[in-house]
């Protein structure tokens, strides 16, 4: 499953560039269904990447294709074994999945330190 923080539930939304305060992700299934899931972490006072992380884990996301993520959630994605890959110049919902379907994005690797999540 594929975790994208999205704009809004339109049928190709524009990327929303702030992953732990991203409002709506779009899951994206195997088969290519779409879900859209309303993330609970943008008002946190804090941590809210990681709080981030740990509802994408619990919803089996295994890959998020995202811009810039703080530290502390890419300290807590690696343990879980989620694959990050940093957006490029995608601007919407199709340029992203396309790109990522052609191997056009590169793989953020090395992600380091204990992040103390968990998959449910």
Known sequence: MIGVPVKDRGEDPLLEERFGRAEIFCL?????TRAFVDNQ?????SGAGVQTVQMLADRD??????????PKA???LEPLGIRVFPIGQA???SEVLALFRENRLEE?????AP???RRA
């Open 28 to 32: 994206i299934a195997d088969d290519g």
């Open 41 to 45: 972490a943008p008002d946190s006072t």
């Open 61 to 70: 996301v295994d890959t998020v294709l995202a811009p810039e993520i703080g």
């Open 74 to 76: 890419i300290a807590a």
């Open 91 to 93: 601007r919407t919902l």
């Open 108 to 112: 953020r690797k090395g992600l380091s």
């Open 115 to 117: 992040g103390g999540l």
